[in-house]
């Protein structure tokens, strides 16, 4: 397999691990926003985070939190965005789940996830929450 992030799991790549167990990693990203930008992947094969097991998801959040407040802690950063690109529309460079840790600084020039996308005045739908509900009913939750 090709994938980087398999590869590191698998040590045929190297990276500056932070945390491993028998299912996530956390490594500093190889090309950081930001220092201690930090990546946090399961390292089973997972392309999308719709296709990710929901053990696994809670996994990989539980090691984001214990990560994020080692870096908090050793970088002093007194805040942290949180982000996953889910598809390539999305902006996810490889294929394979991965969640950004992203260390902030006052001064930083980053902004919030709100400036992803331009503002557009657009109201709650409520046929989406009612079509979500409708699945969510249908898969027994």
Known sequence: M??????????????????????????????PMVPGHTLVVPKAHVE??????????????????RVGRALQEALGAPGFTVGLNDGRVAGQGVPHVHLHLIPRFPGDGGKSLHSILP??????DPEIASRVRAILSAQGK
């Open 2 to 31: 090709n994938c980087p992030f398999c590869r590191i799991a698998q040590g045929q790549l190297f990276a500056h691990l932070l945390y491993e167990d028998d299912r996530v990693l956390a490594f500093l990203d190889a090309e």
């Open 48 to 65: 999308r985070f719709t296709e990710l097991p929901e053990e696994e998801a809670s996994r990989i959040f539980a090691v984001a939190v």
């Open 119 to 124: 503002y557009r005045p657009l109201r709650t």
